[in-house]
C-alpha cells in the first residue's frame, strides 16, 4: 500500500532560519504529491504541488522537488518568519477523485 | 479559486442529539469530496469518501450508520453525527475535489464538535 514519512516535530527556529521538513513516500504508481499547511484551529491549505517527477512545486517562498529516484518531496524555505508557525502535512495521490495519504505531520514553530 | 465552506465551524450539542454539518465548494463543481476526523496533535483519518450522487464510501471501523453522509449536488455535502457520545467529540474536516484539478484536495475550515 501506499505511505507517506515526514519527519517528526517540533521543529523550533529562530526568524529567518532555513527550514527544511523531509518527506518520503512509497507507492505502487506515479503519485502526485503535495504539502498542505494547517494554522492553529483551521483547515488544510494547500501550499504547493507536483504531478510528476523533476516537477517543482512553490508558493510564499517554500519548495519542493519531486524526486522519484528517491521517492522523496522535501520541503524547503530559505527565511522562516514566525508566521509559518504551522502543521505541515505531505501526502501523496495516485489518481484524480483518489484519497490522499497523509505524513503524521510536522509541526514548525519559529520564534522572533 | 478553489475555495471549501464548512458550517457550522463549532458546534456544541448535548449526548444522544444529532447534529448536521455542510460542506460546501463555492466556486468549482466536487465530483467527489471526503470526510475527515482529526484529534489533537495527530494527522487527519479519513472517515468516508462521498461522489456526487452515490453513496458514501467508509473506511474500515467508521459506523456507516452513526456518521451518515450525503452528497446531493456537486457543490454540497453532509455530515450528521446521529446518536452523537462525548467520545466523538473531535475537529471534523471535509474535502472537495474536481474539475481540472481533480487530483488535488481543497480543504473546508473544519467544524469543531463538542459534546457534552
Known amino acids: 500500500g501506499n505511505s507517506v514519512t515526514q519527519m517528526e516535530g517540533p521543529v523550533t527556529l529562530s526568524e529567518e532560519a532555513f527550514l527544511t521538513i523531509n518527506c518520503t513516500y512509497t507507492a505502487t504508481g506515479y503519485p502526485s504529491l503535495f504539502w498542505y499547511v494547517q494554522y492553529p484551529g483551521e483547515g488544510l491549505q494547500l501550499l504547493l504541488k507536483a504531478t510528476k517527477a523533476d516537477d517543482k512545486g512553490s508558493n510564499k517562498g517554500f519548495e519542493a522537488t519531486y524526486r522519484k529516484e528517491t521517492t522523496s518531496f522535501h520541503l524547503e524555505k530559505g527565511s522562516v518568519q514566525v508566521s509559518d508557525s504551522a502543521v505541515y502535512f505531505c501526502?501523496?495521490?495516485?489518481?484524480?477523485?483518489?484519497?490522499?495519504?497523509f505524513g503524521g505531520g510536522t509541526r514548525v514553530l519559529v520564534k522572533p | 479559486g478553489a475555495v471549501v465552506s464548512q458550517h457550522p465551524s463549532w458546534v456544541i450539542c448535548k449526548s444522544g442529539t444529532s447534529v448536521k454539518i455542510e460542506c460546501r465548494s463555492l466556486?468549482?463543481?466536487?465530483?467527489?469530496m471526503f470526510w475527515y476526523r482529526q484529534f489533537p496533535k495527530q494527522s487527519l483519518m479519513l472517515m468516508a469518501t462521498?461522489?456526487?450522487?452515490?453513496?458514501?464510501?467508509?473506511e474500515q471501523g467508521v459506523e456507516k450508520d452513526k456518521f451518515l453522509i450525503n452528497h446531493a449536488s456537486l457543490t454540497l455535502s453532509t455530515l450528521t453525527v446521529t446518536s452523537a457520545h462525548p467520545e466523538d467529540s473531535s475537529f471534523y474536516i471535509c474535502?472537495?475535489?474536481?474539475?481540472?484539478?481533480?487530483?488535488?484536495?481543497?480543504f473546508g475550515p473544519g467544524t469543531r464538535l463538542t459534546v457534552l
Open positions: 462521498s461522489n456526487e450522487g452515490s453513496k458514501a464510501t467508509y
Open positions: 466556486d468549482f463543481q466536487a465530483t467527489t
Open positions: 501526502a501523496l495521490s495516485e489518481a484524480a477523485g483518489n484519497k490522499l495519504t
Open positions: 474535502s472537495a475535489a474536481g474539475g481540472m484539478d481533480g487530483d488535488t484536495q481543497y
